[in-house]
Every structure is written in C-alpha cells, then in structure tokens.
C-alpha cells in the first residue's frame, strides 16, 4: 500500500490483534475476562477504521482499478454503499 495512513491503520490493527491473543493467552483470562473483552473491543475498532478507510482510500482504488475486467464505476457505487 502506498497510503502512509493505510499503513498506520493496519499496524495499528496488527497490533491490536497481538495484545489480544496474548490476553487470551494469558492465566489472568481465567480469571477476569474483562482485560481480553476490552483488547478484542480495540482490536475490532482498528479493523473498522482500517476498512472504513479502505473504502475510500485513493491508492487502494488505484490497485484495483489496474486489475483486468475491473469496472471502476460499479465497484465504487458498491463501495460506498
């Protein structure tokens, strides 16, 4: 991806999935579920925000719009909605 702001969002997410995984990992999960719930909750806010983004970023619609067969008009009408 050329977009430094698709770049930040997917670290972002990456990240989040990290801190999740090792919350559940965790022997605290046992425990007190409430530390990996809140992790899974910021986790699938930084996905959000990455597809949100996704949608309407301009570089992530240069790629596809170089894809053969690619029709640029209906798949932005879709994206959108």
Same mark, same amino acid.
């Given at each position: 991806?050329?977009c430094?702001?698709?770049?930040?969002?997917?670290?972002?997410?990456?990240?989040?999935?990290?801190?999740?995984? *090792?919350?559940?990992? %965790?022997? !605290?999960?046992?425990?007190?579920? &409430? @530390? /990996?719930?809140?992790k899974?909750? =910021?986790?699938?806010?930084?996905?959000?925000?990455? *597809?949100?983004?996704l %949608?309407? !970023?301009?570089?992530?619609?240069? &790629? @596809? /719009?170089?894809?053969?067969?690619? =029709?640029?008009?209906?798949?932005?009408?879709?994206?959108?909605a």
């Amino acid at each position: 991806m050329d977009c430094p702001i698709c770049r930040g969002l997917e670290r972002a997410f990456e990240a989040g999935r990290s801190e999740y995984i *090792e919350a559940r990992l %965790s022997a !605290c999960f046992r425990v007190c579920t &409430v @530390f /990996a719930a809140r992790k899974n909750v =910021d986790m699938e806010r930084a996905r959000y925000e990455l *597809e949100e983004h996704l %949608s309407i !970023c301009v570089s992530t619609v240069r &790629v @596809f /719009a170089s894809l053969p067969g690619w =029709d640029a008009s209906t798949s932005l009408k879709q994206l959108a909605a």
